[in-house]
C-alpha cells in the first residue's frame, strides 16, 4: 500500500531553515509527481509545491517562492522541501502528497508540524 512519512518539522525562529523529508513506499515513486501541502489552524490546506516524476520541473505557491526550494531524489524514494528564511505565517502542519503537479493529491502522509516563533 502507498505510504508517505514526513519528517524534520519542529519549532524554529523567524528567519531561520528548516529541511523536510518525505519517504516514500508502496508505489513506483520515479513515476508520480509529488508535492507538499500545508494546514494552518482555521485555514484550508493549501499547495506549497509540486515537482514532476523527473524532477525537471517544479512550481510554488507565491508565498512561499524565493524562500523554499521542493527537490527529489529517485534513487531512494525521497522527496524534500527545503525551507528558509521562515515566517510566522509559514506555522503550518505540512504534509507530503503523491502527485499534486497538475491533479490534486491523491495519497497524503500524517503531517509534520512546523512552528515559526520566537
Known amino acids: 500500500q502507498v505510504q508517505l512519512v514526513e519528517s524534520g518539522g519542529g519549532l524554529v525562529q523567524p528567519g531561520g531553515s528548516l529541511r523536510l523529508s518525505c519517504a516514500a513506499s508502496?508505489?513506483?515513486?520515479?513515476?508520480?509527481?509529488m508535492s507538499w501541502y500545508r494546514q494552518a489552524p482555521g485555514k484550508e490546506r493549501e499547495l506549497v509545491a509540486a515537482?514532476?516524476?523527473?524532477?525537471?520541473?517544479?512550481k510554488y505557491a507565491s508565498s512561499v517562492k524565493g524562500r523554499f526550494t521542493i527537490s527529489r531524489d529517485n534513487t531512494v524514494n525521497t522527496a524534500y522541501l527545503q525551507m528558509n528564511s521562515l515566517k510566522p505565517d509559514d506555522t503550518a502542519v505540512y504534509y507530503c502528497?503523491?502527485?499534486?503537479?497538475?491533479?490534486?493529491?491523491?495519497?497524503w502522509g500524517q503531517g509534520t508540524q512546523v512552528t515559526v516563533s520566537s
Open positions: 508502496g508505489f513506483i515513486f520515479s513515476m508520480y509527481s
Open positions: 502528497a503523491r502527485r499534486g503537479y497538475v491533479t490534486k493529491g491523491d495519497y
Open positions: 515537482i514532476t516524476a523527473s524532477g525537471g520541473s517544479t
